[in-house]
């Protein structure tokens, strides 16, 4: 599976207390939390600051990282803070750095990945991407706001060449220009995916397809210390089970909603990827069954 977006030193404070460039960035969350599930080959860019331990520690994940480009400069920094509503990230500072000029560029040996997730980058990368991966059997992108209003056309010529469409409830309805869910989902159905999966933050996930809708809950968990990255490291565990599992059906989009929950739940209890980086395999399949039980309602 290929990921591609930022790589990043982030600085980040919650209630529950502060991390200082640590390792962060959206294909970093989303390329962690996939390598459960299967290999996962990154795309980015670093500067010569970036210390070489975050590279290794993301090959100890077994991810392939000659793709990520170590260019003269400074590594993309974000700073940011949460107060108790742990679902609105308040950005202190946004430092592109060397991300201001990354062209993705796939090394020869990527450009048959069957499987792709594009992180949140500029809709016209996301399509370079696209054009650059052979056949690939499955794509799927992520979006914020800020593209929604400043690259409206490119990101719709994209939504018009993935599989499925990833974004949150406002953006969809900024996309759409509809205060309702449904028919925004609908449409952005009628430009080209096949699903649309809305990310709820603690509240979980939605996903309509043209045959239905399903529900995710939160995973309800005492203990969050810092949210940044859930809705990367729930992509990424998405797409890894699609990709491990090759079976994109309705029901089993369904698991791969959960399986993505299940990874961005555990991401949740600590800073940058000290979670991750401590949980098991084992873990993952308590807490998605926690989750069936969770769900469960039996007859009437
Ligand atoms: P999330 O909490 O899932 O929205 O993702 C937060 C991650 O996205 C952090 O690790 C940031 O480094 C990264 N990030 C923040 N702003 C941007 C941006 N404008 N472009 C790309 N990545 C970003």
Same mark, same amino acid.
């Given at each position: 599976?290929?990921?591609? #977006?930022?790589i990043a030193? /982030?600085?980040?404070?919650?209630p529950?207390? &502060?991390?200082q460039?640590?390792?962060?960035? %959206?294909?970093?969350? *989303?390329?962690?939390?996939?390598?459960f599930? &299967? =290999?996962?080959?990154?795309?980015?860019?670093?500067?010569?600051?970036? =210390?070489?331990?975050?590279?290794?520690?993301?090959?100890?994940?077994?991810?392939?990282?000659?793709?990520?480009?170590?260019?003269? #400069?400074?590594?993309?920094?974000?700073?940011?803070?949460y107060?108790?509503?742990?679902?609105?990230?308040?950005?202190?500072?946004?430092?592109?750095?060397?991300?201001?000029?990354?062209?993705?560029?796939? +090394?020869?040996?990527?450009?048959?990945? =069957?499987?792709?997730?594009?992180?949140?980058?500029?809709?016209?990368?996301?399509?370079?991407?696209? /054009?650059?991966?052979?056949?690939?059997?499955?794509?799927?992108?992520?979006?914020?706001?800020?593209?929604i209003? #400043?690259?409206? $056309? !490119?990101?719709?010529?994209v939504?018009?060449?993935?599989?499925? %469409?990833?974004?949150?409830? %406002?953006?969809?309805?900024?996309?759409?220009?509809?205060?309702?869910?449904?028919? %925004?989902?609908?449409r952005?159905l009628?430009?080209? =995916?096949?699903?649309?999966?809305?990310k709820?933050?603690?509240?979980?996930?939605?996903?309509?397809?043209r045959?239905?809708?399903?529900?995710?809950?939160g995973?309800?968990?005492?203990?969050?210390?810092?949210?940044?990255g859930?809705?990367?490291?729930?992509?990424?565990?998405?797409?890894?089970?699609? !990709?491990?599992? $090759?079976?994109?059906? /309705?029901?089993?989009?369904?698991? *791969?909603?959960?399986?993505?929950?299940?990874? &961005?739940s555990?991401?949740?209890? /600590?800073?940058?990827?000290?979670?991750? !980086?401590?949980?098991? +395999?084992?873990?993952?399949?308590?807490?998605?069954?926690?989750?069936? !039980?969770?769900?469960?309602? #039996?007859s009437?």
């Open positions: 599976m290929l990921v591609v #977006g930022s030193l /982030d600085s980040v404070q919650t529950f207390g &502060a991390a460039e640590v390792l962060g960035g %959206a294909a970093v969350f *989303a390329a962690a939390a996939a390598s599930f &299967a =290999p996962v080959r990154m795309v980015g860019v670093v500067g010569t600051d970036f =210390p070489r331990e975050h590279l290794r520690r993301l090959q100890q994940w077994d991810i392939d990282v000659s793709g990520v480009e170590v260019r003269e #400069g400074q590594t993309f920094r974000w700073s940011g803070y107060e108790y509503d742990l679902n609105q990230a308040h950005t202190v500072a946004t430092h592109l750095n060397v991300f201001e000029d990354f062209r993705p560029d796939l +090394p020869r040996t990527y450009c048959c990945t =069957p499987y792709v997730f594009l992180a949140n980058i500029d809709p016209e990368l996301q399509a370079a991407v696209l /054009d650059q991966v052979e056949t690939p059997r499955l794509t799927v992108c992520d979006t914020m706001n800020f593209w209003s #400043g690259k409206r $056309d !490119a990101l719709l010529a939504l018009a060449r993935v599989d499925v %469409a990833l974004m949150n409830d %406002a953006e969809a309805r900024q996309l759409c220009d509809t205060p309702s869910l449904v028919q %925004a989902a609908r952005i009628d430009l080209g =995916p096949r699903a649309v999966v809305l709820k933050g603690e509240h979980g996930a939605a996903m309509f397809t045959d239905g809708h399903f529900a995710a809950p995973y309800p968990l005492e203990q969050i210390k810092d949210p940044t859930a809705g990367d490291a729930f992509a990424g565990g998405l797409v890894g089970y699609l !990709a491990y599992t $090759d079976d994109f059906s /309705d029901d089993n989009l369904r698991k *791969a909603i959960i399986c993505g929950s299940v990874v &961005a555990f991401n949740v209890e /600590d800073f940058s990827l000290e979670r991750l !980086a401590r949980l098991t +395999p084992n873990e993952i399949v308590e807490r998605y069954r926690q989750f069936r !039980a969770m769900t469960d309602f #039996g009437m």
